[in-house]
């Protein structure tokens, strides 16, 4: 069965700490999208990967197709970073599968 | 910078009735998807659509559901007949490609079924 889990759940942190999100898939992924979701429900796409290390700012997306694993990180993170974090697997067909999500809270 | 629009916000209908949910993906892009998402719980796959027609659908998106490109711009998605589990928020998505690629979310039609 394609599935995809994240940990941990729950996030917080300070202002200023570097954050690790983590994600692991089924075999048989071809493309792994980090996604945000904001409080009032929006969705923006952060990352697209199917190997390697991207970077965007402050956000760094990896992923080791061996180990089936991807990592979201943000460095010097910042209140306005508090949404929940979304990992979603493509396996060879148009369904994306998604993660239960991350829920990251940066205090002042 | 486009982006993906969806109306309404939010649609309050009664059990049995068929709403219609619109969405303006971006004007280049080709590939469009719908996708849930029950209050609480993840974000599901609902339906892909290419070229004028079903590329894939989920198990969730059985007869009481159709998509439709009525013209060059709007997408939509119907229920027919709506029941109180059709209650969620609905994203419409696009992207130039295929889902391999980044795909643009609307902000979401939120639905209410009482």
């Known amino acids: 069965k394609n599935e995809v889990e994240q940990s941990p759940q729950n996030l917080t942190a300070q202002e200023g700490e570097f954050i690790t999100i983590n994600c692991s898939y089924s075999?048989?992924?071809?493309?792994l999208h980090w996604l945000q979701q904001h409080p009032g429900g929006g969705i923006v796409s952060l990352f697209m990967?199917?190997?390697g290390k991207k970077k965007h700012g402050r956000l760094i997306a990896t992923i080791n197709i061996q180990e089936k694993h991807s990592s979201l990180h943000i460095t010097a993170s910042h209140p306005r970073d508090s949404a929940v974090y979304i990992c979603?697997?493509?396996?060879?067909?148009?369904?994306?599968?998604f993660g239960t999500g991350t829920r990251l809270q940066v205090f002042p | 910078e486009p982006e993906v629009t969806q109306t309404p916000s939010h649609q309050v209908t009664q059990m049995g009735q068929e709403v219609i949910l619109r969405c303006v993906p971006i004007s280049n892009h080709l590939y469009f998807y719908w996708y849930r998402q029950i209050l609480g719980q993840k974000v599901e796959f609902l339906v892909s659509f290419y070229n004028n027609e079903i590329s894939e659908k989920s198990e969730i998106f059985d007869d009481q559901f159709s998509v439709e490109r009525p013209d060059g711009s709007n997408f939509t998605l119907k229920i027919r007949s709506t029941k109180l589990e059709d209650s969620a928020m609905y994203f419409c998505?696009?992207?130039?490609?295929?889902?391999?690629?980044?795909?643009?979310f609307g902000p979401g039609t939120r639905l209410t079924v009482t």
């Open positions: 998505a696009s992207s130039t490609r295929d889902s391999s690629y980044e795909q643009y």
């Open positions: 979603a697997g493509q396996y060879n067909t148009d369904k994306l599968i």
């Open positions: 075999v048989g992924i071809s493309a």
């Open positions: 990967l199917s190997s």
